[in-house]
């Protein structure tokens, strides 16, 4: 599995969607790693949520790839799952 990357990461799209899904624990890793994973609203390893692809999304994205994978969503998605 590789981290998310500015290579890896789905093309941008006007209203498109994110699925990030949590594939490592935050346990060891800094706070502030920790609550940037709360607020992408992961809350253990597995559980995933559909965002919208927005600026304000991918910067959180971009600081912890090496906890989350990224894939591109449906834009008919919405609200969480788990």
Not at 74 to 80: H, I, K, R, V
């Amino acid at each position: 599995m590789a981290a998310v990357t500015p290579a890896t990461m789905p093309p941008k799209v006007d209203g498109g969607r994110l699925v990030v899904t949590q594939v490592k624990s935050g346990i060891g890793t800094k706070p502030k790693h920790r609550g940037t994973l709360r607020a992408l609203g992961l809350h253990g390893i597995g559980s995933s949520n559909t965002l919208p692809d927005r600026p304000e999304i991918r910067g959180m994205i971009a600081r912890v790839p090496h906890l989350i994978t990224v894939a591109a969503g449906d834009q008919s998605d919405s609200g969480e799952s788990r």
